[in-house]
């Protein structure tokens, strides 16, 4: 059974670029959840996908999307790059969209100068 | 709305020593509760899940936790703390749509 990954690793940006980051859930997931974490803190919801469609959205302005797509990996968005974007970006799948455990990936740490 | 409080962002403990994290959550609706463990420049790995089927949940790496609804807390324990647990822990409550609130997190801190 395969895990959670994510690609790349590591990104350096640069202010007002655009960015994408790359999911892919775990052996019969569907549901893939994005989450950020800024260094010594929590990680916070951005989005969820469902079935190819966005299901559930927390506080982050629209300049942040994503896709999912019929395998049920899912990709991350950031249009016009902010300092404070910096971040740990953390992706998890599960099977279904309720209560169900989240498995993480190892995420994708963004550097935006 | 639910939220999650860790109390002490760094805890301290010799080797063989309880460790105890602590969390408390807030919930409108019966909650689900995990705790993560995260290792330096790692992704978060589940430790434990409270879904209300016992109150005590033992989990991996010899860690368990207690749901106590009438303190609303969740706190994390193991009897003896090894090297290997020293990483920063985060308890999370499940809200709509499976979306997880984290806590800030504890730096657990094993010593010889």
């Known amino acids: 059974e395969t895990g959670v990954t994510q690609s790349p690793t590591h990104l350096i940006k640069t202010r007002g670029q655009q960015v994408t980051l790359r999911c892919s859930s775990q052996?019969?997931?569907?549901?893939v959840s994005w989450y950020q974490q800024a260094l010594g803190q929590g990680p916070q919801f951005i989005f969820q996908?469902?079935?190819?469609?966005?299901?559930g959205r927390g506080n982050f302005p629209p300049r942040f999307s994503g896709l999912q797509f019929p395998n049920y990996s899912s990709e991350l968005n950031v249009n016009a790059l902010e300092l404070d974007d910096s971040a740990l970006y953390l992706c998890?799948?599960?099977?279904?969209?309720?209560?169900?455990?989240?498995?993480f990936g190892p995420g994708t740490r963004l550097l935006v100068l | 709305a639910q939220s999650v409080t860790q109390l002490g962002s760094h805890v301290s403990v010799s080797e063989g020593a309880l460790v105890l994290l602590r969390c408390n959550y807030s919930?409108?609706?019966?909650?689900?509760l995990f705790w993560y463990v995260q290792y330096p420049n790692q992704g978060l790995q589940l430790l434990l899940k409270?879904?209300?089927?016992?109150?005590l949940v033992k989990g991996i790496n010899g860690f368990e936790a207690e749901f106590k609804k009438s303190e609303t807390s969740f706190h994390l324990t193991k009897p003896s703390a090894h090297m290997r647990d020293a990483a920063e822990y985060f308890c999370a409550v499940s809200g709509p749509k499976g979306k997880l609130t984290f806590g800030t997190g504890t730096r657990l801190q094993v010593t010889l």
């Open positions: 919930s409108s609706v019966p909650p689900y």
């Open positions: 052996s019969g997931h569907n549901t």
């Open positions: 409270y879904t209300s089927a016992a109150t």
């Open positions: 998890a799948s599960s099977l279904g969209t309720q209560q169900e455990t989240q498995y």
């Open positions: 996908y469902y079935r190819e469609e966005e299901n």
